[in-house]
């Protein structure tokens, strides 16, 4: 049995880790997960259980391949909880397939770094167990290797989660900011025409009124003081 631990701190708050933790498969990082299904998910005094099947590529050796045999995908059963009150996220993830050879039972623990709270610490641990084929050791350091590195591409797709979220919300306050600076444009040009057809309409008027005056002051009958005397 060989027990593989490790700790990381993200420079993000513990809310932000937790969603992106949660949503980091697939990708581009870690290709050989293929994807998860979720086979349950509950809500029990305020803490949210999870539990999620893994699908993934992991490729062994020709020759461990001939001890334990050969599986084009591997499952593995993920269950998590996650306590918005408390701030922790517990997620521990165990091997379906090559089961009867192969024992990888997987833990991560997010909660707020105890020093800032701005930050979450990942703490992480792995146990490895082999058994009923030979070169167990062997196999035992070959998977621990591989978990470790799993591992680092797993807190990059954090990472990666977190940034395209960022991204996007960017890319929405942009679409949101020059909406309304569309809209204030469009407000004010119509504003301008509005203000220059009232004030057409305006001048229109006063010119009509003042042609109709000089229509009236021609047609108007003159006076008797103003007609000539025979």
């Given at each position: 049995m060989k027990i593989w631990t490790y700790e990381h701190v993200f420079n993000h708050p513990w809310e932000t880790v937790a969603q992106a933790a949660l949503r980091k498969y697939p990708?581009?990082?870690?290709?050989?997960?293929?994807?998860?299904?979720?086979?349950?998910?509950?809500?029990?005094?305020?803490?949210?259980?999870?539990?999620?099947?893994v699908v993934s590529e992991f490729k062994f050796p020709n020759w461990a391949q001939a001890l334990i045999g050969h599986?084009?995908?591997?499952?593995?059963?993920?269950?998590?909880?996650?306590?918005?009150?408390?701030?922790?996220?517990?997620?521990?993830?165990?091997?379906?397939?090559?089961?009867?050879?192969?024992?990888?039972?997987?833990?991560?623990?997010?909660?707020?770094?105890?020093?800032?709270?701005?930050?979450?610490?990942?703490k992480q641990e792995a146990i490895v167990t082999v058994q009923g084929v030979p070169l167990t050791s062997y196999m035992e350091e070959l998977l621990t290797k591989?978990?470790?590195?799993?591992?680092?591409?797993?807190?990059?797709?954090?990472?990666?989660?977190?940034?395209?979220?960022?991204?996007?919300?960017?890319?929405?306050?942009?679409a949101v900011k020059s909406t309304d600076e569309l809209l204030t444009q469009t407000r004010r040009q119509f504003d301008d025409i509005s203000t220059k057809t009232r004030k057409s309409m305006d001048d229109l008027q006063q010119?009509?009124?003042i042609s109709l005056d000089e229509i009236q002051t021609f047609t108007a009958p003159s006076s008797p003081q103003s007609m000539p005397k025979l």
């Open positions: 990708n581009p990082m870690n290709t050989a997960v293929l994807g998860t299904d979720v086979i349950d998910r509950k809500v029990v005094d305020g803490v949210l259980h999870t539990h999620r099947l599986a084009k995908e591997c499952y593995a059963s993920e269950r998590s909880e996650v306590n918005p009150a408390s701030k922790e996220m517990v997620l521990k993830t165990r091997n379906l397939t090559f089961c009867n050879y192969i024992a990888v039972d997987e833990t991560l623990k997010y909660v707020p770094h105890p020093e800032d709270k701005t930050k979450t610490l990942l591989k978990i470790s590195f799993n591992a680092g591409m797993g807190r990059q797709a954090v990472e990666w989660v977190i940034k395209l979220d960022t991204e996007v919300k960017g890319l929405a306050n942009s010119a009509a009124k």
